[in-house]
């Protein structure tokens, strides 16, 4: 079982920043591929960003490839995203995501472990 809590999220401005956090606990985080995800009113859940578990490579959605960063800390038990230039179709809830696996996914079913998102506003 892993516990995630992800923090970081506000209202921003078109063209702003802001940096996710998710704190990872229970079984050994870096074990694990893990995954941001975003969902926006009305909207299903959707992939954004995937690193694996040694963080040497990362993955990303075409609408957030070049703007978002994601970068994880073992030690921490923590994943990050870094978001810039962000735009309104960017509002929504972000998720953090674990999945019991080698190989990374797009796909939110196939993670095992989510947490309660926060909320990202960007105003134009």
């Known amino acids: 079982q892993v516990q995630l809590v992800e923090s970081g999220g506000g209202l921003v401005q078109t063209g702003g920043s802001l940096r996710l956090s998710c704190a990872a606990s229970?079984?050994?985080?870096?074990?694990?591929?893990m995954g941001w995800f975003r969902q926006a009113p009305g909207k299903e859940r959707e992939f954004v960003a995937a690193i694996s578990w040694s963080g040497r490579s990362t993955y990303y959605a075409d609408s957030v490839k070049g703007r978002f960063t994601i970068s994880r800390d073992n030690a921490k038990n923590t994943l990050y995203l870094q978001m810039s230039s962000l735009k309104p179709e960017d509002t929504a809830v972000y998720y953090c995501a674990a999945r019991w696996d080698t190989d990374y996914s797009s796909n939110t079913r196939d993670y095992n472990f989510w947490g309660q998102g926060t909320q990202v506003t960007v105003s134009s």
């Open positions: 229970g079984r050994t985080f870096s074990n694990y591929v």
